[in-house]
């Protein structure tokens, strides 16, 4: 896209998304510079399932800025639940925070990790962006405007998925839990199943970049069980448009709502979907 068309974009930004951009600029040279210096206070909320200061800290600061500007918008974050934002009425919209996808990576200095803000208006996403805060990198969409990828410093070129034109020669992205987690044993097959037909597969410990990178083409295809919205509303909004599919395992739209999200180029969802929906009830209980 030519300059001009960038700019034009730009001026006619959505306001939140505006806000969002700034806020995960703001916060990575936080980030980086806790993940360079490797000491950090941590708690495990489940079995190698751990959150930081950081995760914490950057979370509030988020939230804090959205109270500012948009009192009455609702913060759902993986550290501090669902709640209205400073002291207003309630509006419709609705702001989903991972302030630290890949703890576990940065706890262990593995650099490959992401802040990820998806802003959701009477349920439906609208905007969603996802910071790379070690490299500056900024991939961010909103509805029907397409997808975008900045480098630091650099103009921004729009995204589109790759033309993979099938699974047995995509890279394809996934989240494994560790083998203590309860949800390993109904997970493993149906990552078995896909190991088993790709091209290959990469676990990576951040959902939310791995997300991204599907829009950017580098990653053809990416599948995950038990993950939350905070993980994926951002990144799934950015892979459609960028010309990608999102669905559930399924093949539906519930993505969201059951947390098994397939993502990818058309063709190999398409051949991912019945190679999974056999695993859509895997691990739930009536």
């Known amino acids: 896209m030519l300059l001009n068309e960038v700019l034009r974009y730009c001026r006619c930004m959505n306001p ?38 950081t995760d914490r800290a950057i979370e509030t600061q988020i939230a804090e800025a959205i109270a500012r500007v948009f009192p009455g ?7 501090g639940g669902e709640r209205v934002l400073g002291v207003a ?15 576990y990576n940065f706890v262990h200095g593995f650099p490959y990790i992401a802040t990820s803000i998806a802003i959701e208006v009477e349920g439906v996403v609208q905007c969603g962006v996802i910071g790379n805060p070690l490299t500056g990198e900024l991939f961010y969409a909103e ?42 044993a109904a997970v493993f097959p149906a990552w078995q199943a896909i190991a088993q037909r790709a091209g290959s597969v990469r676990r990576t410990g951040a959902a939310a970049l ?26 799934a909004l950015l892979v459609t448009e960028a010309g990608g599919r999102v669905c559930d395992f399924n093949g539906g739209n519930d993505y969201l709502r059951t947390d098994q999200v397939i993502a990818g180029s058309a063709t190999v969802v398409a051949e991912m979907v019945p190679l999974l929906e056999i695993y859509a009830n895997a691990g739930k209980t009536n």
Do not use: Y
């Open 16 to 53: 939140r998304l505006q806000l969002a951009l700034t806020l995960i600029r703001q916060t990575s040279s936080e980030i980086a510079s806790a993940f360079a210096q490797r000491s950090h206070v941590l708690h495990e909320k489940s079995a190698n399932d751990f959150a930081t200061e």
């Open 73 to 79: 918008d609702v913060l759902l974050g993986e550290e």
């Open 89 to 103: 009425s309630r509006t419709p919209v609705r702001w989903i925070v991972d302030p630290l996808d890949g703890t």
């Open 143 to 184: 509805r029907g405007r397409g997808a975008w990828h900045q480098q630091r410093d650099g103009e921004p070129v729009r995204l589109a998925v790759s033309g993979c034109a099938s699974l047995n020669s995509a890279l394809v992205a996934t989240v494994l839990p560790s083998g203590s987690s309860a949800a390993f």
């Open 210 to 235: 791995d997300l991204a990178q599907v829009a950017a083409g580098a990653f053809d295809g990416f599948f995950v069980m038990s993950l939350a919205a905070w993980d994926v509303a951002a990144g």
